[in-house]
């Protein structure tokens, strides 16, 4: 038998090994089911809400169509559905997707308060985050990196059988118990991703780079355990160090590092711009309805002149309204986003420094389920808006009809493609760290060869 | 001409290796033959299991020179290795493994295909009972275990058997079912170098002994050829005036 046959074999007889890679095989299969299931509920909300959204706008078009219809009616009443499906690595890392919406009915209203409009989800049950496999491949994999190789070579000290293994003239040994493990564990993570791929038709391309994303991830923890496992004396001294590692690196620094980033970058909450919005709709019916012109003239000097109207009422006058409450937030708006963007830079920034996080990063950037994602969806919404505006606003100022054939016409949401990206230099680093594990824990593994004169006299 | 002879199985000459400040081997040298079973006896600290790592190639000794076989075991480690056999004082072999799978996982480390019928062979040789072999080793006693190391050194068929404390926690019978094993050692021609504590053991088997003392051999005694193969009370008191109980 050859060594690495006789490893395996020795490998698939420990009942703990066995346990182990069955566990995360269970962990990452039930992650995947769980993403699957997740995918599945928001495809199908989104179906239902398209249905009611269809039956809605007849009901709106029944009762508003006619010929004298008007438009400032028809904008009011009809909300227009925009939806952000799941993308096709979604079942892999949800992300942002469980917290943030992926449907959004609006209307030609002010924008920003209809932006933040979505249900409130509980904040307690959205602090462990869900359960999908990309929190398999950051918080658990490490663990069972942990289990099989922190007594990789304390075990064999512990049991007196290291002298007898160092005695023996083969080599390679070391390198073939991490590689053999190495491969095991990656293999039960990777096959339920590729089994959820081939159901959800993900890109081969983006599941390659989620599968890249753990090949180097768990080479950095295996090179880690491997330095300490080699480093300690003790199964127990090693296990205690690596644990306390996991903690570290994967729950106390990026939480403190989380906290500083939103310490430094604070963020306005989105229902404050909603209600700085509604206070300025507001305060329009109190003022002269020409100081709302002039300011409505600014973004909109076309219609100039076609503000006078009879009666105390008229849908130009409300609109417009609600255009200068979005824009007198406009840069309240931007800078929120920006403020957005800025932490999410530094969440990048942070990934260079923390495996854990710069993983994270790579998984829900390429499956487009961050922030970034979000962010996209929501300027396709506001791109949306801006075209719902245009759309009614000649019929407003203009005094035209809104009639049956017009509906037709109210412009329609288009689903944004999904803008996955491939974060080069997160997996550039994150291979760099791997490499550096890899090398610490293969150099310290190469000095046992002294380990055998540990007995003296 | 120039005769080639062949090169003696071990050879330490003028060894000197320390540990920090503390000297352990200062100027050991002893040969050992072909077909030679060699007891190398002294007390704790006398410098046994430094002789062990020199030879093994676990350590880089000071100064002196060691070979196996011809063969630099620091120098060149690998090959060196394939010459010997080690057998440590407390065999620890995988538990869930049986005989015969432990024996077949350290052959294919060592990279010494010997086939099952080898196996099987050696475990008869060592005379573990063949309802034993298929068994866990987490059954075994020691003396059991003991075997299946021994086994193991027999499965290699290799020229040199490195024996630590071979005979410590042996009940009687076992001890003379392990010199057995070594007689038939000998008879291979392989050289057996076994350090020890005990004296009546290394009396019973070897064919010479060393006293280890301060780091060197301080005293040689061969087997005698007729009669007693040696004087165990001469032998007893040269041990106790090294400060040794035998």
Redesign the interface.
Known sequence: ???L???T??FL???RNIAALLLLLVLSATAVWAGIAEVANQRAAIERVAQEQARDLAAVEDANAGPQGDAGYVAYYAFMLTQDPPPPLAFAAIGQRDLQPYLLRVRALGLEAQLYDSEAYNPELALPGVFDWAFVLIYLLPLVVIALGHDLVTGERE???L?????????G?WRRRAVLRYAAVLAALVIPLLVGGAIMAAPAGGIAVLILTAVLYCAFWFGLTLLAGAAMRTSATAATAMVGCWIMLTLVLPTLGNAAIARAVPVAKGIDLTLAQREVVHRGWDIPKEQTFERFFVSHPEWRGREEFEGRFHWKWYYAMHQVGDEAVAEDAAEYRASLERREDLTRALGFVLPSVGSMNVVHRIADTDIEGQLAYRDSIAAFHARLRAFYYPYLFADRPFTRADFAMIPRYSVRTAQGSLGVWPLAILALAALLMIGLGARRVSRL?????A??? | MIAHETPPAIRIADLHHS?GAKP?LKGLTLTVRHGEIYALLGG???????TL?AL????APASGTVRVCGTDPVAQ???A??Q???V?E?????D??SAR?NI???L????A?RGADAIDEALREVGLPADAWDKRLSGYSKGMRQKV?IALALARDVPVL?LDEPTSGLDPRAVLEFNRLLDTARARKVAVLMVTHDLVSAVDIADRIGFLADGRIEEEREALATGARFDLNALHDRYARAGVSA
């Open positions: 038998m050859n060594p046959g006789a490893e074999r020795l007889r420990s009942g049991t007196g059988r002298r007898l293994l160092l005695s023996l003239p083969g080599d040994l060869g002294g380990e055998g004169s007995r003296t006299g | 540990y352990i704790n600290g006398a410098g046994k299991s430094t790592n093994l190639g676990f350590i480690p690998r090959q290795r394939a010997m056999a080690y440590p407390n065999v620890s072999l995988y869930h493994l799978e077949g996982y350290f294919a480390l060592a990279k295909d190391a490195l």
